[in-house]
């Protein structure tokens, strides 16, 4: 695979902890990689992004955009683990280590956006809310997964691994999804950053697409991998090529090459999106959890 002039910025492990903790969380260092992943694959779905950030970069390191934080009870036992920075997601077993997290966050004034299953963010909210950021606004996304028996479409052999000569085809489809979602263009708020990142994914393997005559039908990417799951986000499909079984069958062909290294696949679908929520029910996916998003200002 072709590499690019920004592979060596994009890959640079160079790490400083966003904010110092507060409220009982420590910082998390790289020796400390095993146990967390222990911790996180306790509930390996509803983790996947978090563990697979952390085998993907170690837990120190900037491509995390944020520092990871953990809280162990008075038994030195480990009972949260958050990434605290752009995006501040967590896994928490105690309400103490919920609170220890939200305190932390609030010390963070850069932050995109929080993200976790509904019960933990109204908890996290009451706390983070008396000092942090404001809300811009907010979604509910659920959280599917599918696992074996799958549907078997008929296959596509020119589903392929993205590379970078790819990119003027992706970016922008990518950038639109982003700014749909959260009402924020990355392009504009950190355009060099964002190729920087695309970029390292492609290098990764982890961008699926299906061109044809030099125009994109649909792209998926699999966003983190774990033992236990892959998680895929930013599906999209051509409009002008919608309903003609596309989707469907680029999402059966990479869920049966994706369910070979893994245990299941799971993704989010915007609790507002019934069609996509529809056909996600139709090849297979079951509903595992409601999560709650926060945009901040």
């Known amino acids: 695979m072709q590499t690019s002039p920004l592979t060596d910025l994009a890959t640079t492990p160079y790490y400083l902890p966003l904010v110092e903790a507060d409220g009982g969380a420590k910082p998390l260092e790289n ?4 146990e967390v992943l222990a911790f996180l694959e306790q509930r390996a779905i509803y983790t996947a992004y978090l563990a697979g950030l952390i085998r ?3 837990l120190q390191n900037s491509l995390n955009r944020g520092t990871f934080y953990g809280y162990r009870n008075q038994l030195g036992q480990l009972e949260g683990a958050a990434l605290i920075g752009h ?36 908890k996290f909210w009451g706390y983070y809310a008396v000092a942090g950021q404001q809300m811009r606004h907010a979604h509910r996304q659920l959280l599917l997964e599918l696992r074996w028996p799958i549907q078997v479409s008929e296959p596509l ?12 085809l992706l970016v922008p489809v990518h950038a639109e999804m ?17 190729l920087e990142r695309y970029v390292r994914r492609i290098e990764l393997g982890r961008t699926w697409i299906l061109t044809e005559d030099g125009n994109l039908q ?19 499909v051509n409009p002008a090529a919608r309903r003609q079984g596309y989707g469907r069958r680029c999402m059966s ?12 696949i799971c993704l989010f679908v915007n609790e507002e999106n019934e069609d996509a929520q529809k056909f996600y029910k139709h090849v297979g996916y079951h509903v595992r959890a409601v999560y709650d998003t926060i945009f901040l200002e």
Request: aromatic share 4%.
């Open 31 to 34: 020796c400390d990689n095993a």
């Open 157 to 168: 052999s020119n589903l392929r691994l993205a590379t970078v000569e790819d990119l003027d």
């Open 178 to 194: 982003a700014h749909a979602e959260s009402g924020i263009d990355p392009r504009q708020r950190d355009g060099r950053g964002f």
């Open 218 to 236: 649909f792209k998926a990417e699999v966003v983190a991998e774990t033992p236990d799951t892959s998680c895929i986000e930013g599906v999209w």
């Open 87 to 122: 995006a501040t997601l967590l896994e928490a077993a105690s309400d103490e280590a919920v609170q220890a997290f939200a305190r932390t966050a609030q010390r963070c004034k850069a932050g995109h956006l929080i993200m976790c299953e509904e019960n933990r963010l109204e």
């Open 56 to 58: 993907d970069n170690g």
């Open 253 to 264: 062909q990479l869920a049966r090459m994706l369910l070979w290294r893994t245990k299941s």
